[in-house]
């Protein structure tokens, strides 16, 4: 019995095909490229949307990243064209949950193209379903170049993709160390010269930035995240930004933490690298990162918090008969 061959596209379908395979592409590459610029941002935000075990947070995002990179090279190039804007129909559509996902959460940021751009996050939205249409096209009336079929686009199409997942790795989750902060607790206690003065806390996390510094931007909202969700926990923002500089940040994160400001000399005596973060536990530096920001999670984790995706907030290590501390209702 045979088959009977599928209509044939509209004509105005085959004719934008090309385009739409080259649109998506480019936008698909750029975005893995960003993300290649600093993979620790974008783990960090991968880590904030609270949805991914924290074990596994680092090879999503890494897969991601490649899958971007192959599958946008290959609707460029031609390569296996139709399988690749099939393929890239749910990745475009999980980024569309993810983004809603964010916007629930008060995200001011979904991570789509790292540090480079940063749209609202409607904006974003809009942009990625725009990119399922034209991938639609592309299913429906794409061509691939009849030398790029089968084992070659198969090939190509792995090829790049292990080369994308090297590169972001590389970049900085598995060969660059970690930076920190060369600082010791007593080299904190010139905030109590900032304005307004901090009276450091024994629990606590203080976030130095900058508000012209596109990388400060790109973690503020994780940490807005951060202040809102932790109770009974301390987030200070620590600037050396005057007044006008900070009215674009205040009305872009509406921070609900105070924030302090230390003269550029002072703070870029305490600051080398930012953003910047200093984790304080029982009166003593635990933890310091220069360059970045862990994801929430992360930090929760680490310091003793208890990270409880389905609950309306966070909570503080119980100081009663529970060992395990904060609510029950997460991991234990």
């Known amino acids: 019995m045979q088959e009977t061959p599928a209509p044939a596209a509209p004509d ?17 590459c750029f975005s893995a490229f960003t993300k290649f610029l600093n993979p620790k941002a974008f783990i960090s935000v991968m880590g904030d949307y609270g949805l991914f075990a924290s074990g596994i947070v ?26 690749a804007s099939r393929l890239a129909v ?33 904006a974003e939205l809009g942009l990625d379903i725009v990119l399922l249409a034209m991938l639609a096209v592309v299913w429906r009336a794409g061509e691939d ?32 160390a970690e930076q920190s902060l060369d600082l010791e607790f007593s080299d904190l206690s010139v905030l109590a010269t900032a304005d307004p003065p901090l009276a450091l806390p024994r629990e606590g996390f203080l976030f130095f930035f ?21 109770r009974d926990f301390r987030v200070v923002g620590v ?21 302090h400001v230390l003269p550029p000399r002072e703070f870029n005596a305490l600051v080398d690298h930012y953003p910047a ?23 929760a984790e680490q310091g ?13 290590p119980a100081q009663d008969d529970n060992p395990f501390g904060g609510t029950l209702r997460g991991r234990q």
Not at 58 to 83: C, D
Request: include cysteine; proline fraction near 6%; glycine fraction near 10%.
């Open 145 to 176: 170049f009849p030398a790029a079929q089968g084992k070659v686009a198969t090939s190509f199409g792995w090829v790049v993709l292990c080369l994308g997942a090297l590169i972001f790795l590389a970049r900085g989750p598995v060969v660059e």
């Open 58 to 83: 680092l090879p999503l995002a890494t897969a991601a990243v490649a899958l971007e990179l192959a599958l946008g090279l290959m609707l460029l190039s031609g390569i296996g064209r139709r399988i």
């Open 277 to 299: 973060g200093v984790w304080i536990q029982e009166g003593k530096i635990a933890r310091s990162w220069a360059g970045f920001i862990p994801g929430l999670r992360e930090i």
């Open 12 to 28: 105005w379908m085959t004719r934008l095909a090309p385009l739409a395979a080259a649109i998506t592409g480019i936008v698909l």
């Open 90 to 122: 749910p990745l475009v559509v999980a980024f569309i949950l993810l983004i809603i996902r964010a916007m629930t959460m008060g995200m001011s940021d979904c991570g789509c193209f790292g540090e480079v751009i940063t749209l609202p996050l409607p």
């Open 304 to 316: 003793g918090y208890f990270y409880a995706p389905e609950a309306a907030d966070y909570a503080s």
């Open 239 to 259: 600037t050396q930004s005057d007044a006008a500089a900070m009215e674009g940040f205040r009305e872009a994160f509406a921070p609900s933490y105070p924030i």
């Open 210 to 230: 900058s508000a012209d510094c596109d990388h400060c931007w790109a973690y503020a909202g994780g940490v807005e995240l951060m202040a809102r969700r932790l």
